[in-house]
């Protein structure tokens, strides 16, 4: 937090010097601060416009009666938040979202360290036979649009004739079962991200010297524990990151559902994420001030979320 | 994007801040012009009653679904030949919502937009914010093919009032759609199987199409919403017109009453006999027409554009036909021919439109009895036009819809909450999955509809409106 505020301290300290030098031609600034400005500028701006301002507008709009269409939009103060704090359905949403967030990280992080490890580590430091193979294999979801992935998956889980009854000798309607719904959409998330942290934790698996793992197999540890007490504690930023991301994107889920679920967020709300009731109450209902508020909610949730897992990190790291 | 944005952009861009840019998607609230004059109402000159300018460039929207966007060309043409040298501006679209949307903010909206498709935008809402121009001025104008006949009295009864949100004309419906219960007429003639006139025919029915070993029904799983239709239909049928109305203006206790009772009831009954393809409530709404196009289930529940749906799935030849609801009781109120018929595909003109006149007038052409046939002819549909398209014969479902509205004559049957309260069509099409799979009973759906009901009912953010 700290050095990215002296950052854009003496960023805007240079922007004045750089406005300053364009006027009166001093040439006193140190060419690479020029440079720095001549780099940073865009992007803020760019990230100033296309992602700050949204969040702004957001808030703003969140106060406000604005249905998407109208010329006017009034102020009413709070009254979309109480609205939020009463919808039964952005409750079911969000306890759908918080089971994802119970589940998603453990699992997906979990897979993702045990195929990196399997890719990487035996005990002369060589992953299993093929493993590059096995990298493209894992990663291949990643590179399938979240569409694909949606209709995909559909036929894996259509009721008689699909791939996973076919497996299994059912004939279980998957997503058309609130018993099952959840866990399906889940399994597809799960799936649909697991080969990135393969590739990020392989890569930081990569890293640790190789003197590290001698030293361990001359002390005589075996597998588990070189994983659990060398491995992993070296992991453990690599690691904290993949969950900030992982939890991020269990607090939305918007897309899979959309895409595969009865309803959709069905059947019976069974798989509703807070992400389609706001998307619903903008774009069918003409309510974009509700909406608005529901998404600051999530915002802040998230943020909130973030910053836990940040400052852990900062312990740890001490 | 509108000039207006750019321009708040390239400010945003010399300030150097974002927060500049608030102005960006909201609008300012100062720069609604208010009273824009409203288009000279319904003159004299028959040819041109809205009093149409060549100069003004016509804007037009077409939602390009189902039916495509040709037949609008073809009326885009009309136009053309109508007001020569006039310029008209076609766009066919899918995402009307996010691609109109900041056209509506920055006021320069198109000149006609036909309103459709899954991104349609909420008409109640636009209604409610005085964005949408009162039709009736089009419905008093002369009709093209008979100066002396107004336009509306060339439509199909119950067509305005569909249209009809309050006190005014929101939109004026151009697709005539038949639902009922869909069959392939050759399967059902090669099986001696007639289609059934009462419930109980019909469970006897599905005994016979069971043994046979296909599954008698089977419906759109994922959108369970398909079969609130014939539901409406059955209850319409059990106890009268009125019992839809109740239901329509969220009457207390609407949901709960004994006809509504017998309609769900023999929904219920069909599930409990085992009478759905198993695994429907998985499927998507084009799976389970194909499930039914292959042969897998003898009956589903839809309207008349499956014929076009399914086109490019569906095996030459094949003869789909619809059918009405079978009676549910003897004391049934509407005769067993009374059939769900609901006009869609509306058409309207927004308020803040640059040429309102120009958008009146392409309806009017549309609403011509040629247009109408052509229409007819290109997408096997009715349309809300009188007498239009009877010459169209290309079509079976087409034929089929028609003369099941031949024969249900002055019962038609329509319901108006799916439009008004899209969170009671939710919960009642939510509830309406449940009882197809046997996860609630009949009690317990009508108790969840109920609720929903009262809940719309008694919320204050919910404009009413009512039938």
Redesign the interface.
């Given at each position: 937090m700290s050095s990215s505020t002296t950052a854009s301290r003496s960023l805007s300290r240079a922007?004045r010097r750089a406005r300053g030098r364009s006027r009166g031609r001093s040439g006193s600034l140190p060419r690479h601060r020029g440079l720095i400005v001549g780099f940073l500028t865009l992007p803020i701006?760019l990230?100033?416009?296309f992602v700050?301002?949204?969040y702004?507008?957001a808030i703003?709009?969140s106060l406000?009666d604005?249905?998407?269409?109208?010329?006017?939009?009034n102020f009413v103060g709070f009254e979309n938040y109480t609205?939020v704090a009463h919808d039964d359905l952005f409750w079911t949403g969000l306890k759908h979202n918080l089971v994802m967030l119970a589940v998603l990280p453990v699992l997906t992080i979990g897979l993702g360290l045990f195929f990196a490890s399997m890719l990487n580590i035996d005990r002369a430091g060589r992953g299993v036979r093929g493993s590059s193979a096995y990298k493209i294999v894992y990663f291949f979801p990643q590179v399938l649009p979240v569409a694909v992935i949606g209709v995909l998956w559909?036929f894996v889980?259509?009721?008689?004739s699909g791939l996973l009854n076919g497996l299994l000798g059912t004939?279980?309607?998957?997503?058309?079962?609130?018993d099952t719904a959840l866990a399906a959409v889940l399994a597809v998330g799960v799936w649909s991200s697991v080969g990135f942290y393969v590739v990020l934790f392989s890569a930081a698996m990569g890293a640790i010297p190789q003197e590290i793992y001698e030293a361990v197999a001359l002390d005589g540890a075996g597998r588990w524990r070189t994983f659990f007490q060398v491995t992993l504690p070296l992991l453990r930023d690599t690691v904290r990151v993949g969950l900030i991301y992982v939890s991020i994107g269990a607090l939305d889920g918007f897309a899979i559902v959309q895409l595969m679920?009865?309803?959709?967020g069905?059947?019976?709300?069974a798989t509703e994420v807070v992400g389609l009731t706001l998307y619903?109450r903008a774009?069918?209902?003409?309510?974009f001030g509700y909406a608005c508020a529901m998404g600051v909610v999530m915002l802040f949730m998230t943020l909130t979320l973030a910053v836990i897992l940040q400052s852990r990190r900062r312990e740890v790291g001490r | 994007m509108s000039p207006i944005d750019r321009r708040t952009l390239l400010l945003g861009l010399a300030g150097g801040t974002g927060l500049l840019l608030t102005g960006c998607a909201v609008p300012s609230g100062g720069r609604d012009s208010g009273s824009k004059a409203a288009p000279a109402v319904a003159g004299d000159d028959p040819k041109n009653p809205f009093g149409v300018k060549t100069s003004d460039r016509l804007d037009v929207v077409i939602f390009k679904g189902g039916f495509g966007d040709d037949y609008a060309k073809q009326v885009e043409e009309t136009y053309k030949q109508a007001f020569p040298g006039a310029q008209v501006k076609h766009s066919g679209l899918q995402k009307l919502q996010e691609t109109l949307q900041p056209r509506f903010v920055s006021g320069t909206p198109p000149d006609v937009i036909d309103n459709s498709g899954a991104a349609a935008l909420n008409a109640v809402t636009l209604q409610k914010g005085g964005q949408l121009l009162d039709l009736k001025a089009l419905l008093d104008a002369p009709s093209v093919d008979d100066p002396k006949v107004r336009v509306r009295d060339t439509l199909l009864p119950g067509v305005v009032e569909s249209g009809t949100l309050g006190d005014t004309v929101a939109s004026v419906n151009y697709a005539y759609t038949v639902t009922g219960f869909w069959y392939n007429q050759d399967l059902f003639e090669k099986n001696g199987w007639v289609y059934p006139k009462t419930w109980d025919e019909l469970v006897a029915l599905c005994a016979k199409i069971k043994a046979s070993g296909i599954a008698p029904f089977t419906y759109q799983g994922k959108f369970p919403g398909y079969f609130l239709e014939p539901l409406m239909q059955m209850m319409a049928k059990t106890g009268g017109a009125e019992t839809l109305a109740a239901v329509d203006n969220l009457e207390p206790g609407a949901w709960q009453s004994q006809p509504v009772a017998d309609a769900v009831g023999a929904i219920e009954k069909l599930v409990k006999n085992g009478y759905i393809l198993q695994g429907s409530e998985g499927l998507s709404h084009t799976e389970a027409q194909q499930a039914w196009v292959d042969g897998k289930a003898a009956l589903i529940p839809c309207g008349s554009w499956l014929e076009n749906e399914m086109k490019s799935t569906t095996p030459k030849g094949f003869r789909m036909a619809v059918g009405p609801t079978p009676a549910v009781t003897a004391q049934d109120k509407l005769p067993a021919t009374a059939i769900s018929a609901s006009s869609s595909e509306g058409f309207i003109v927004p308020k803040d439109a640059k040429n309102t006149a120009g958008g009146l007038e392409f309806l009017r052409l549309l609403l011509s009895r040629s247009a109408a046939s052509k229409f007819s002819e290109l997408t096997g549909s009715m349309t809300t036009v009188k007498g239009a398209g009877a010459n169209v014969t290309n079509s079976p479902a087409l034929t089929s819809a028609r003369k099941a509205v031949e024969a249900a004559g002055a019962n038609t049957i329509s319901f108006r909450f799916g439009g008004w309260y899209g969170d009671l069509y939710a919960a009642g099409s939510s509830a309406m999955g449940e009882l197809l799979t046997g996860r609630v009973d009949a009690a317990e759906f009508m108790k969840r509809t109920q609720a929903a009901a009262d809940k719309i009912a008694k919320d204050s953010n919910v404009v009413k409106y009512h039938r």
């Amino acid at each position: 937090m700290s050095s990215s505020t002296t950052a854009s301290r003496s960023l805007s300290r240079a922007g004045r010097r750089a406005r300053g030098r364009s006027r009166g031609r001093s040439g006193s600034l140190p060419r690479h601060r020029g440079l720095i400005v001549g780099f940073l500028t865009l992007p803020i701006i760019l990230y100033a416009v296309f992602v700050l301002s949204p969040y702004v507008q957001a808030i703003y709009i969140s106060l406000t009666d604005w249905t998407g269409f109208a010329r006017r939009l009034n102020f009413v103060g709070f009254e979309n938040y109480t609205r939020v704090a009463h919808d039964d359905l952005f409750w079911t949403g969000l306890k759908h979202n918080l089971v994802m967030l119970a589940v998603l990280p453990v699992l997906t992080i979990g897979l993702g360290l045990f195929f990196a490890s399997m890719l990487n580590i035996d005990r002369a430091g060589r992953g299993v036979r093929g493993s590059s193979a096995y990298k493209i294999v894992y990663f291949f979801p990643q590179v399938l649009p979240v569409a694909v992935i949606g209709v995909l998956w559909q036929f894996v889980y259509t009721p008689r004739s699909g791939l996973l009854n076919g497996l299994l000798g059912t004939h279980h309607a998957w997503l058309g079962s609130p018993d099952t719904a959840l866990a399906a959409v889940l399994a597809v998330g799960v799936w649909s991200s697991v080969g990135f942290y393969v590739v990020l934790f392989s890569a930081a698996m990569g890293a640790i010297p190789q003197e590290i793992y001698e030293a361990v197999a001359l002390d005589g540890a075996g597998r588990w524990r070189t994983f659990f007490q060398v491995t992993l504690p070296l992991l453990r930023d690599t690691v904290r990151v993949g969950l900030i991301y992982v939890s991020i994107g269990a607090l939305d889920g918007f897309a899979i559902v959309q895409l595969m679920t009865v309803g959709p967020g069905g059947p019976d709300n069974a798989t509703e994420v807070v992400g389609l009731t706001l998307y619903r109450r903008a774009f069918a209902d003409g309510q974009f001030g509700y909406a608005c508020a529901m998404g600051v909610v999530m915002l802040f949730m998230t943020l909130t979320l973030a910053v836990i897992l940040q400052s852990r990190r900062r312990e740890v790291g001490r | 994007m509108s000039p207006i944005d750019r321009r708040t952009l390239l400010l945003g861009l010399a300030g150097g801040t974002g927060l500049l840019l608030t102005g960006c998607a909201v609008p300012s609230g100062g720069r609604d012009s208010g009273s824009k004059a409203a288009p000279a109402v319904a003159g004299d000159d028959p040819k041109n009653p809205f009093g149409v300018k060549t100069s003004d460039r016509l804007d037009v929207v077409i939602f390009k679904g189902g039916f495509g966007d040709d037949y609008a060309k073809q009326v885009e043409e009309t136009y053309k030949q109508a007001f020569p040298g006039a310029q008209v501006k076609h766009s066919g679209l899918q995402k009307l919502q996010e691609t109109l949307q900041p056209r509506f903010v920055s006021g320069t909206p198109p000149d006609v937009i036909d309103n459709s498709g899954a991104a349609a935008l909420n008409a109640v809402t636009l209604q409610k914010g005085g964005q949408l121009l009162d039709l009736k001025a089009l419905l008093d104008a002369p009709s093209v093919d008979d100066p002396k006949v107004r336009v509306r009295d060339t439509l199909l009864p119950g067509v305005v009032e569909s249209g009809t949100l309050g006190d005014t004309v929101a939109s004026v419906n151009y697709a005539y759609t038949v639902t009922g219960f869909w069959y392939n007429q050759d399967l059902f003639e090669k099986n001696g199987w007639v289609y059934p006139k009462t419930w109980d025919e019909l469970v006897a029915l599905c005994a016979k199409i069971k043994a046979s070993g296909i599954a008698p029904f089977t419906y759109q799983g994922k959108f369970p919403g398909y079969f609130l239709e014939p539901l409406m239909q059955m209850m319409a049928k059990t106890g009268g017109a009125e019992t839809l109305a109740a239901v329509d203006n969220l009457e207390p206790g609407a949901w709960q009453s004994q006809p509504v009772a017998d309609a769900v009831g023999a929904i219920e009954k069909l599930v409990k006999n085992g009478y759905i393809l198993q695994g429907s409530e998985g499927l998507s709404h084009t799976e389970a027409q194909q499930a039914w196009v292959d042969g897998k289930a003898a009956l589903i529940p839809c309207g008349s554009w499956l014929e076009n749906e399914m086109k490019s799935t569906t095996p030459k030849g094949f003869r789909m036909a619809v059918g009405p609801t079978p009676a549910v009781t003897a004391q049934d109120k509407l005769p067993a021919t009374a059939i769900s018929a609901s006009s869609s595909e509306g058409f309207i003109v927004p308020k803040d439109a640059k040429n309102t006149a120009g958008g009146l007038e392409f309806l009017r052409l549309l609403l011509s009895r040629s247009a109408a046939s052509k229409f007819s002819e290109l997408t096997g549909s009715m349309t809300t036009v009188k007498g239009a398209g009877a010459n169209v014969t290309n079509s079976p479902a087409l034929t089929s819809a028609r003369k099941a509205v031949e024969a249900a004559g002055a019962n038609t049957i329509s319901f108006r909450f799916g439009g008004w309260y899209g969170d009671l069509y939710a919960a009642g099409s939510s509830a309406m999955g449940e009882l197809l799979t046997g996860r609630v009973d009949a009690a317990e759906f009508m108790k969840r509809t109920q609720a929903a009901a009262d809940k719309i009912a008694k919320d204050s953010n919910v404009v009413k409106y009512h039938r």
